[in-house]
């Protein structure tokens, strides 16, 4: 009987599209996975079967679509779309924990404002307690607006995880923005994860420490936490310290700085090619997106105040 030890030593042998890793208990394989900006996803996903531009040109669109939409279960359907894509590209939601602080506070935040500083008080009262008054109006464009964010952050979300750095250069080499921009944004995002890795790693070793946050107060977890700040730059400018050291060495402390070009050879433009269906998919979306944006500024359509949640919502408060 094979060994998870000989099983994983054959897998080695297997090509890069069939490779996989065995777990310890050795009955479970699980697929290859490549590093994205936060994480990891399998190896072979649909996301792949697309050109990079196709999916850097989708996130872009469906980005800036909530932002002519206020109604609120259209933005919540969208976020429902972003879920069930992000489920069946194999990006596992537990992932999805790392985004949960993010959006408890966008809502906490945004809903307290329009609690405490409504502006317009004339209209229904949503509730009352003590002396915290809730207007129905400012509330509900409130919540409106907040499923409009949480809709972009999806788009952002599932565009990090299943996009490595290097898609997104060629995306944009797709495009002929220049080299010079390219690598400068190259370098930014991978910075981003750097700069997780460089937080995770100085948090393990205060724990090796014996250093334990749990049971801190919330004012000393703060403290504690703006004492990260010291370290986490001393890398990054060590780092930018030898990047720059890299670039000299190597020739680039002296070329023109422009933002496309198109006499420079295109490696990255050889090794992927633009087929049908993604020419299909981006005349699709622009399609949706000038249909949303003609609706939404020229026949008032996708206002918060309507659709079915409003609906339902002033029915329960109105006097």
Known sequence: MMTSHEAAKDSVNLPVSDQTEVDQSGDQPTQRRKKTLFGYVPAESWVYSFHPLTRLLIMVIFAFLPLAVLTTELNVMLVGVWLVLLLTASVSLQRLRLFLPLIVTMFLFMMGTYLFFPGDTSGAVAFQTGFVTGYFEPLMF????????????????????TNRERDIIVALRQL???????????????????FLDDLSTIREAEHAKGLETGGMS?????????????????????????????????????FEFSLFESDRPNYLRTQYRMRVRDHLVIAGAVSVALVVFYLAFFEGQFRYDQGIVYEYLWSVVKP
């Open 142 to 161: 409130a919540f409106a607006n907040y499923w409009r964010i949480i809709a972009l952050v999806f788009a952002a979300i599932f565009y990090a995880t």
């Open 176 to 194: 002929n923005i220049s080299f010079g921009v390219v690598y400068v944004l190259s370098l930014a995002f991978r910075s981003a994860g750097l």
């Open 218 to 254: 919330v004012t000393n977890r703060v403290k504690h936490y703006v004492m990260y700040i010291v370290p986490l730059f001393t890398l990054a400018i060590r780092r930018i310290t030898h990047i720059e050291d890299a670039l000299f060495a190597r020739g680039y402390h002296n």
